[in-house]
Structure formats: C-alpha cells, structure tokens
C-alpha cells in the first residue's frame, strides 16, 4: 500500500510541475491577440489608403503604402510564438504582407513606365492577396476563438 502513495504522490508532484511550466507560457488567447493586433493594423492601413481616392492614385502613393506595410511585416516576424498552428498563421500573415509590398512596388514601377499590362497584373495579385488575407483572418478567428 506504500508503494502506491509513494507512485501517487510523484504523479502529483510531476503535474504539478508540469502545470507551473505549462502556466509560465504565454497563453493560445495571448499569442493570438499578438498576431491578430499586427495584421488589424495592416488591415487598416489598406482600409484607409482604399478610403482616400485622392492618395490611392499614382506610384507614389503606391510606394508610400508599401513602406508603411514594411514596419508591420518585420513586427509579425518577430513575435515570439510558440503555438505552431499560430505559428503558420504568423508565417502566411509574413508572407502575404512580403507579396503585398512586392506588388505595391512592381505597380509603382509599372505605372512609372506606362506599363498598363503589368500595373494590371500586379492589381490581379493584389487582389488575390486580399482574397488569402480573408482566409487567413477567417482561419486564426476561428482558432483563436475555440471553433
């Protein structure tokens, strides 16, 4: 009888122990709230620059969105994620601003050179960026959310 409290009381020690570790770890809600406060404020630079039909004409605006969407992606990289499901919404979230931005710029160039056949590629790319950012907001709020 011993024997089974002695196996009793190290199974409690070790949970115990391993709550503390477990607790001593950002929580799924806090590392979300880390991803979705990034990508919400991506969201609304593009919701802003789509707003401003005055700024959202010629390359430098273009330009200018691209440069201040940057910032946002080096910040999404560098959160400290340890869910790895987070951490490929983190990797699609990085991804999706770097096609962003490249397309930001190859519309300014494109607009520069008066090539309206690759300013209207780069506009079909964006769009589908805005179709995958959808899905991956649609994605992390499910998950992040418990359903």
Same mark, same amino acid.
């Given at each position: ?12 020690? %070790? %949970? ?28 609304? @630079? ?7 039909? *005055? ?16 910032? @946002? ?22 991804? @999706? ?5 490249? +397309? ?10 008066? *090539? ?15 179709? +995958?950012? *959808? ?13």
């Amino acid at each position: 009888m011993q024997h089974g409290l002695k196996q009793s009381f190290i199974l409690s020690i %070790t %949970t115990a122990i391993a709550l503390l570790f477990v607790s001593c770890g950002e929580s799924k809600v806090a590392q979300c709230n880390k991803i979705i406060k990034v990508a919400n404020q991506a969201s609304t @630079l593009g919701q802003e620059f789509g707003k401003n039909p *005055n700024q959202s004409k010629g390359s430098k605006a273009l330009t200018e969105l691209a440069q201040k969407i940057d910032p @946002l992606a080096q910040q999404m990289k560098a959160l400290e994620i340890k869910d790895e499901k987070l951490q490929g919404f983190q990797g699609r979230f990085l991804k @999706l601003y770097q096609d962003i931005i490249k +397309e930001l710029n190859n519309a300014a160039t494109a607009i520069d050179k008066k *090539n309206s056949s690759a300013a209207k590629n780069s506009l079909v790319s964006l769009q589908k960026s805005g179709q +995958e950012e *959808n899905s991956i907001v649609s994605e992390i709020n499910s998950y992040c959310s418990g359903k």
